[in-house]
């Protein structure tokens, strides 16, 4: 297994768990909770395969299902839904900063590997690692957190044009991406730590 496919499982894991906390928040059933995990974790990949022209991984693969169920027992079996809402907002940052991470990585990888050019890179990154945020913030009457929540959006473009710079350097190794997933994650909650926001209009 390598460094690519080490980091895809990291970003599965860690955006079902995102994805099952809101259903909690928004006190789903079972099987809701169980569809906001599901579209958080493999819908962002989804699009970008759709985007590529090529068949969803999701389709062909059952390591993202596998890692879903895993997460989602796990979760369960610790009872996170029992969690007071503080330390529940908590785990969803961490969740879901590890998973813009590692799902901006993944996707940016798959453009460097179909040669497109650094806009398709950051773009590939970005759809993969926030589409799935957004399908289940829509599915749940949430305004997505690209659209509201501080430096989000912007971390996933640092990642890809960093990753972008390390291809075209020759620097891409499982060190390099080891450190641009922690980077990236560090710098995440760096940035909800300070409250770093954009300027608005």
Do not use: C
Not at 4 to 33: C, N, P, Q, W
Not at 71 to 94: D, M, P
């Amino acid at each position: 297994m390598n460094a690519t496919e080490i980091i895809h499982i990291i970003g599965t894991a860690a955006f079902a768990l995102s994805g099952y906390l809101v259903g909690v928040r928004k006190r789903l059933d079972m099987l809701g909770v169980m569809i906001t995990a599901m579209l958080t974790a493999i819908g962002g990949g989804m699009m970008r395969d759709a985007i590529v022209g090529r068949i969803p991984l999701v389709f062909t693969q059952n390591t993202a299902w596998a890692v879903i169920g895993i997460t989602l027992l796990l979760a369960w079996g610790f009872k996170l839904q029992n969690t007071r809402k503080r330390e529940l907002a908590a785990v969803f940052l961490w969740a879901d900063s590890l998973g813009l991470a590692a799902f901006t990585i993944t996707g940016a990888q798959a453009g460097l590997a179909l040669d497109v050019n650094i806009f398709g890179v950051v773009m590939l990154g970005f759809i993969t690692a926030v589409g799935g945020g957004i399908v289940r913030d829509v599915l749940v009457n949430d305004i997505p957190m690209i659209l509201r929540k501080d430096f989000y959006g912007t971390v996933s473009v640092i990642i890809g044009l960093a990753l972008y710079g390390l291809d075209k350097l020759g620097w891409v190794n499982p060190f390099t991406l080891n450190l641009l997933l922690f980077g990236g994650y560090v710098l995440r909650l760096w940035a909800h730590r300070v409250a770093w926001r954009l300027p608005k209009f």
